[in-house]
């Protein structure tokens, strides 16, 4: 045998496990505590996107158990449509084995090297096989295999197999042994990426079972499933040569022609013909003779034609209630004063779709002296590594947050102050910086996205900072005229002598406003908003008073009888007399995640109001 | 007890404002550099007519109200009690008033400030006494001082006293202290411990015939008060003896001109024919002294009694512009580099024959 052919042969069985390790960085693996957060990641954003697509609401038990030194059992188990029993060693152990690999698609699959590259890691580390358990419906047996990956070959080794009977109507489960490290109270642990996971994933339930046995349970906020990602061709602008080979040699189309208005989206038989006069080429050629010379002068002709944009329906945004509510549920015990979301509509880079979701939380019991904290996510998965080289730290950055209420050195540079900015960027095709998938690539379009986006938020928390500085300064007066100037009286008269004089017209003098303070607090299944109208002022008022509600559907019950109700306000005549106090009040259902109250006047001039805006028409 | 009267007085204005449904403020003299003009017939520095006003339509200003009345209610009792307290005592007394409770020393000390103003008395006629315990003195002079037992005790301030000297008490009025006979020809005021130890060591009491007076720093009421007596009373001159900088500066003002915090009693207070004998940033240079280099403070401060009123002569212009040229500041102990005996034996009796005095 040639020594060639030899080395070959030794190359080849080499070569799997030698790729791993070359590429650990790569592929997540390349500290204890890192490979211990991928191997979670792996599984999860699995089971995740297996749930999504078979519309079942996610329920998932990520174990981790402490085997010995550095070495752990970890196990996830899943409610998902299950694996069917053939496809079962080929998913959990062939490397790079998958459907999605060439789809343009918005999941959370696209972005990791697989479950596979966990299985290898594990039998790396610790010698010992995976543990998967699926089952695909009831009436279905479940299936248990214990696989190792055949190195030499790139394909299943089944040490053992068998049927067994699972309680669960279908699911996962995946079990492996690794090498690993634990860590608790930090942003980069399976803590950390479970919690940034369930902000962006309400519709999951997810519970850790950590290894000294402490459980955390994230519970689902919604019981609505996201909107399905459509699968859509690719654009004549973001298509690379390899894919354009690819899809030359696999399409079922006989003609060049309708191979390029067929398997690309934007591109009609008309603009296919002017495609390939441009490349000079001829329509009828069958597509698999195209060769890498054609390849270049139809990518050459795609470069110089206008295409309309790709199609955007295909993307699956979290929505700004989701996120709200989710930041609501994982910050909870922090009790944030605020929190805002936006969505942006779908825009577009090369050719590819993408959208850009932010949220902010600000004020309670978050960290006031510290950098913000920034929560990542591309594609509904959190981005725990490279902050610092990411595009959305870079818009941020960019920021000048000093104008929204946040302190930051010279106007540029991650902002200081109790707040959490998460950035959620949902793309078809998301522009990773490297193959490590930790950060976002500097992308201009993006950049522009995310700016805009957490501007919009940042705009609404400068206008709570300021309605709260304003009512600060009215609680100021309140508290003066209620207890200091009393507690004055009190002492003078005492000291002089006399009887105590009466200090209603220095109130209203002191006050001279008309004072609205407002609540709201849970009432059974509702939010219940109460708004407090007093009039300091020596003279009777009459006007209007809005309040903003998020839609009509959501009202239940206004006290007392409005002058109006429309689609997202109610409107009071207010009559009030000096002293006099009178109460307003509405409840809203639950779900339209009412938190601030927005009131308005019209009819009275409001350098005498304190609580509420002038009311600007619709 | 027209202290008693004085108090009386604030308290009806107040009581009026509210009665009448005024707002209810009071006014007292705006407490900045720029509010202090010189006082020709006493020739020192005292308030200029600025106003401030203290009114209750601010929560600041009606907070101040609530403890003026609690801490004027609280001097009255003291005063028809005959007791006394310190400043310390007055803050931790406010602990319990509620609302009217001081949130730190420095309310309570400026409140019994703004008391002496309004009632044109002096914290002593208020019962409040200072915690700092008083400076010390060497020098041949023979002081009367009334015991707390009420008995008179005369005390010689060389022979009857260790060399820590006589020690100052709180009150050096004439009730308290009188000046029997004196042989010094001068004062010379010292601002550090380690100088005036010196000096004491190296007998320059004797030596140069002067009562040493030390300062502490930023010399106490009770302290400016007794060198005013020494120099009224007894004629003597008063030679003030700091550090080279900015900051010390500021202490031989308090001596000369008087403080900007006590700008109301500058008269009672204040010596304006004291002189400062040094260090001066010229002594840095003709003396070639050790030094430091001029902080950002320091310059900042030196710039600020640039513009400050009582600063204003050929001889504090000309010496701060060049101490901010040669950008050095230099210790009264940076004598010491030519050897222990050199301040007494060379530095002062050359300054001090420099200003005219005979050794």
Request: net charge neutral.
């Amino acid at each position: 045998m040639p020594i060639a052919e030899e080395l070959a042969k030794k190359q080849r069985q080499i070569s799997i496990a030698e790729f791993f390790e070359r590429n650990k960085q790569i592929l997540g693996f390349d500290n204890l505590t890192k490979a211990m957060i991928t191997s979670v990641k792996e599984a999860v954003d699995n089971a995740l996107d297996a749930c999504e697509e078979a519309g079942i609401l996610p329920d998932i038990i990520v174990k981790i158990e402490e085997e010995g030194e550095n070495e752990y059992r970890v196990s996830i188990e899943d409610n998902g449509p299950g694996i069917v029993k053939s496809q079962i060693p080929h998913v959990f152990a062939r490397l790079l084995y998958g459907s999605r690999f060439h789809s343009l698609k918005q999941s959370r699959g696209q972005q990791g090297i697989g479950i596979s590259a966990v299985v290898l890691y594990a039998q790396l580390t610790t010698g010992k096989p995976t543990t998967v358990v699926s089952k695909i419906g009831s009436g279905f047996p479940a299936h248990r295999y214990e696989l190792l990956i055949d190195t030499k070959r790139n394909m299943p080794n089944i040490v053992n197999e068998e049927i067994l009977h699972w309680e669960k109507k279908s699911g996962t489960l995946v079990e492996f042994h690794i090498k690993g490290k634990y860590v608790k109270n930090r942003k980069q642990s399976v803590y950390g990426y479970l919690r940034s996971t369930a902000i962006v994933n309400p519709h999951a339930f997810i519970k850790l079972i950590e290894p000294d046995g402490n459980e955390i349970v994230f519970e689902r906020v919604t019981e609505n499933l996201p909107k399905q990602p459509r699968e859509i061709k690719p654009h004549p602008h973001g298509i690379e040569m390899g894919t354009l080979l690819k899809m030359l040699k696999e399409t079922k189309a006989k003609k060049l022609s309708s191979f390029l208005s067929k398997e690309f989206s934007s591109i009609s038989s008309q603009k296919a013909k002017e495609i390939i006069k441009k490349a000079g080429l001829d329509e009828n050629l069958l597509p698999y003779e195209v060769g890498i010379e054609d390849a270049r002068k139809l990518l050459d002709a795609f470069k110089k034609i206008k295409f309309i944009a790709p199609p955007t329906d295909c993307l699956s945004p979290i929505g700004k209630n989701l996120i709200k509510r989710g930041l609501r549920k994982e910050t909870m015990q922090l009790s944030p004063e605020f929190i805002s979301a936006d969505m942006r509509s779908p825009s577009v880079f090369s050719g590819i779709p993408f959208l850009v979701e932010t949220g902010i939380v600000y004020g309670g019991n978050l960290p006031k002296d510290n950098k913000v904290e920034i929560l990542r996510f591309a594609n509904k998965v959190p981005l725990l590594y490279q902050e610092g080289n990411c595009v959305i730290t870079e818009a941020i950055k960019n920021i000048d947050w000093r104008r929204y209420g946040l302190e930051q050195k010279g106007g540029k540079g991650v902002p200081y102050g109790p707040a959490i900015i998460l950035v959620h960027v949902a793309s078809v095709n998301v522009p990773f910086l490297s193959e490590s998938k930790e950060a976002i690539a500097h992308v201009e379009e993006i950049e522009k996205e995310i700016r805009l986006s957490l501007q919009q938020c940042a705009r609404k928390m400068r206008t709570h900072l300021s309605k709260k500085e304003k009512k600060a300064k009215a609680k100021d007066k309140f508290l003066l005229i209620t207890k200091i100037l009393p507690a004055i009286a009190e002492k003078v008269s005492n000291i002089v002598g006399k009887p105590k004089p009466s200090l209603d017209e220095i109130i209203t003098q002191i006050m001279n406003i008309v004072w609205i303070d407002d609540s709201i607090e849970e009432d059974g299944e509702f939010l219940k908003s109460t708004i407090n109208v007093t009039n300091y002022r020596k003279i009777k008022h009459s006007f209007y008073l809005f309040a903003e509600i998020p839609g009509k559907e959501f009202l239940d019950g206004v006290e007392p009888e409005p002058e109006r109700i429309e689609e997202n306000y109610i409107m009071w005549h207010v009559d009030i007399k000096p002293k006099e106090k009178k109460s307003f009040a509405f409840r809203l259902k639950k779900e339209s995640e009412f938190d601030e109250n927005n009131l308005y006047i019209e009819g009275l001039n409001p350098v005498y109001v304190i609580g509420a805006e002038k009311w600007e028409g619709e | 007890m027209d202290a008693l009267k004085e108090l009386r007085k604030i308290a009806e204005k107040i009581y009026d404002d509210l009665a009448n449904a005024r707002v209810p403020a009071i006014q007292l003299p705006s407490r900045t550099k720029s509010n202090i003009k010189f006082d020709d017939r006493y020739r020192v520095w005292k308030y200029g007519s600025q106003k401030i006003t203290r009114a209750a339509n601010t929560l600041a200003g009606a907070y101040m109200l609530l403890r003026t009345v609690y801490t004027l209610d609280f001097i009255r009792q003291m005063i028809e009690q005959r007791k006394t307290s310190t400043l310390r005592e007055l803050y931790y007394i406010s602990e319990g008033w509620g609302d009217a409770k001081f949130h730190s020393q420095d309310e309570s000390d400026k409140l019994a400030e703004d008391l002496e103003i309004l009632t044109n008395r002096l914290r002593e006629d208020l019962k409040l006494r200072p915690e700092e315990d008083g400076a010390r003195v060497i020098g041949d002079i023979v002081i009367e001082e009334v015991t707390r037992k009420g008995e008179k005790r005369r005390i010689h301030c060389q022979d009857d006293v260790g060399d820590s000297g006589y020690s100052i008490p709180y009150n050096v009025e004439k009730e308290k202290i009188k000046f029997i006979e004196t042989n010094a020809d001068k004062v010379i005021a010292i601002e550090t411990g380690g100088m005036f130890d010196r000096l004491v060591e190296n007998e320059f009491d004797e030596k140069s015939n002067a009562i040493l007076v030390h300062l502490k720093g930023q010399p106490a009421r009770s302290t400016r008060r007794f060198i005013k007596r020494l120099n009224e009373e007894l004629n003597l001159p008063v030679i003030v003896f700091t550090d080279g900088d900015p900051w010390s500066y500021r202490i031989f003002a308090s001596v000369a001109y008087g403080a900007i915090k006590t700008a109301h009693i500058s008269e009672y207070l204040a010596t304006p024919s004291a002189q400062f004998l040094g260090v001066t940033p010229s002594d840095i240079v003709n003396y070639d002294l050790p030094s430091d280099a001029l902080t950002k403070e320091d310059i900042d401060a030196l710039n600020s009694e640039l513009s400050d009123p009582r600063f204003h002569d050929d001889f504090w212009i000309n010496e701060i512009k060049l101490q901010l040229e040669i950008k050095k500041k230099a210790e009264q102990q940076a004598l010491a580099k030519y050897g222990l005996d050199y301040v007494t034996d060379v530095y002062l009796p050359e300054k001090l024959a420099e200003m005219g005095y005979e050794m």
